[in-house]
């Protein structure tokens, strides 16, 4: 009994200090002087390497949830007689729901996890002591340009997501299911608001970028320099980061469509 | 002044309950080469990091010239830090950059030169360790070997005063080893700074040094001259200079009594 206790106060303040080290981490990686000199450069390489290694899996994934999406919804809607309503449930769920959620799941998993690997292994090599000694905050340097990369990536990806998978629901939909192509879009064009579900959708993929760049660097830094250490710190951030998406957009969800 | 440029004393370092480094007193004369000898996981590195102020110590205090690093304000450190040289037990240059680029970051950052003279500067460094026609590789396509040369070209590059060499000859074949040994020698002898070596490479190591330390379970168990350490009769000294299995630093972890834990002491 004792023996739980004890157990539950060390997780309890192992876990409190690791929120800790990551809000410090996060301070110092956003506030401080601009780098004018080498920023930009550096962030546009991140934004290349987080955007462009996620883009090929975002872009078929999107697809390939679009045209799932699309029968689905069929199946369900020509049992009232209503598939001409496919263009509208199937952009809906993708603007509130699916987009930001997804992307960001299959962000996790390839950029976050790659930004831990990346970053863990800078330390276990002692790049990031190197650095150190030679003047060079890696915060500032390692930490900066990914999160403002990912930030920035996040919201754009989530954008594609939409855009690929409602080609795809289309090219189901109307291409082989045969419902009337006007009717998808225009019923699409009166039901979707920009406030209400584009921003939104935006908004949500924002958070979601932040939360999963801010994990990956977080464990990439923290990570113990071992072979071992580099491992398990990148299954923390797919673990990690996807259950932080998952109940954030729950809570995202009840603030913005939840009963008024 | 003093010839003690680094004056260390009762250096403590702990993580959690375990000290690594306990009450450490270690003088480093300027100009000359200190190595600090010890197996692996006594912490050498731990102590490098120390002096470079990576870490804080647990207790005691680190004079550099007279003022106690320990207690400097991250300014005036990263100021000292341009004056500390270190060549890192796996090499750290930079994946993302060029052996050129490498060895040109430290200028970039700490000069306005133009880049003529900041080529002139790289490449008389890269001629110092060989590596003037390897300017344009990307550290993963250098071997273990070139890969330390190229580091120690970074590491020199603003003429320090203090240069800090964490294992070098550790994994490096027995040419390279002795390539790099001339190379510390010479770096020393020509910019007339101070070197601290740590290593458990003994000969390598012995075959350099001015002054010797060694260090054992975070204590210092003897110091003198290469000569002295050799001729010394210290058990401690014996055991980790000629290799010998067991000794005072036991061969067995810590265990409850052979017979018994196999239980042949029983009916
Ligand atoms: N981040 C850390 N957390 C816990 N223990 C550590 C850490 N870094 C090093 N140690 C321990 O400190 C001791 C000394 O490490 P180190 O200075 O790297 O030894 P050396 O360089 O002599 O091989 C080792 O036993 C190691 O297990
Ligand atoms: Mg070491």
């Given at each position: 009994m004792l023996d739980l206790l004890q157990r539950m106060g060390r997780t309890g303040l192992n876990a409190t200090a690791g929120f800790g080290r990551a809000g410090i981490l996060l301070w110092q990686a956003v506030w401080g002087p601009i780098d004018w000199r080498n920023g930009p450069a550096l962030l546009v390489r991140q934004l290349h390497f987080v955007g462009v290694y996620s883009l090929i899996i975002i872009v078929v994934s999107g697809t390939l949830i679009g045209m799932v999406l699309a029968l689905q919804g069929y199946t369900v809607l020509v049992r009232f007689g209503a598939e001409s309503a496919l263009g509208q449930f199937v952009s809906l769920t993708l603007l509130r729901e699916l987009g930001p959620v997804v992307a960001a799941l299959l962000f996790a998993g390839r950029a976050g996890s790659a930004l831990t690997a990346e970053i863990g292994l800078m330390k276990a090599t002692e790049q990031l002591a190197a650095m150190d000694m030679i003047g060079v905050d890696p915060l500032r340097r390692i930490a900066r340009p990914r999160l403002w990369a990912g930030i920035i990536a996040m919201p754009i990806l989530a954008q594609v997501f939409n855009m690929v998978a409602i080609l795809g629901a289309v090219g189901v939909g109307v291409g082989w299911l045969g419902v009337d192509a006007g009717s998808f879009w225009s019923n699409m064009q009166s039901i979707v608001e920009f406030r209400e579900d584009v921003l939104n959708g935006i908004i949500k993929a924002f958070a979601f970028g932040v939360v999963v760049t801010w994990i990956a660097i977080f464990e990439g830094f923290d990570t113990e320099p071992t072979p071992e250490g580099i491992s398990t710190a990148t299954t923390r951030t797919v673990v990690y980061s996807s259950l932080a998406v998952l109940a954030m957009d729950f809570l995202l969800t009840a603030v913005m469509f939840g009963v008024d | 002044m003093t010839q003690n440029w680094i004056e260390i004393r009762k250096l403590t370092f702990r993580r959690g309950n375990r000290a690594i480094l306990d009450s450490l007193d270690i003088d480093i004369h300027k100009g000359k080469i200190t190595a600090i000898l010890g197996p692996s996981g006594c912490g050498k590195t731990t102590l490098l990091r120390l002096i470079g102020s990576q870490l804080r110590p647990t207790d005691g205090s680190i004079r550099v010239d007279g003022t106690d690093i320990t207690q400097l304000q991250r300014k005036a450190l990263f100021k000292l830090r341009e004056q500390m040289g270190m060549l890192f037990q796996s090499g750290?240059?930079?994946?993302?950059?060029?052996v050129y680029e490498n060895v040109a970051f430290p200028l970039r950052l700490h000069t306005q030169l133009s880049e003529s003279m900041i080529r002139d500067l790289v490449l008389m460094k890269l001629h110092a360790v060989g590596l003037r026609g390897a300017r344009d590789l990307m550290p993963a396509e250098l071997s273990g070997g070139m890969a330390r040369r190229a580091a120690l070209a970074r590491a020199i590059i603003l003429d320090p005063q203090l240069i800090m060499y964490d294992e070098p000859f550790v994994g490096q074949d027995p040419i390279f080893a002795g390539v790099l040994r001339d190379l510390i020698k010479r770096i020393n002898d020509a910019m007339g700074c101070t070197c601290i070596i740590v290593s458990h490479d003994i000969a390598e190591t012995l075959a350099i040094s001015d002054y010797i330390y060694v260090l054992a379970n975070g204590r210092i168990i003897g110091r003198g001259t290469p000569d002295a350490v050799r001729n010394s009769d210290d058990p401690w000294l014996r055991q980790f200079l000629q290799g010998l299995p067991d000794g005072p630093v036991p061969f067995h972890y810590p265990a409850p009594e052979y017979l018994l834990d196999l239980r042949l002491g029983e009916g």
């Open positions: - | 750290a240059l930079f994946t993302d950059l060029s």
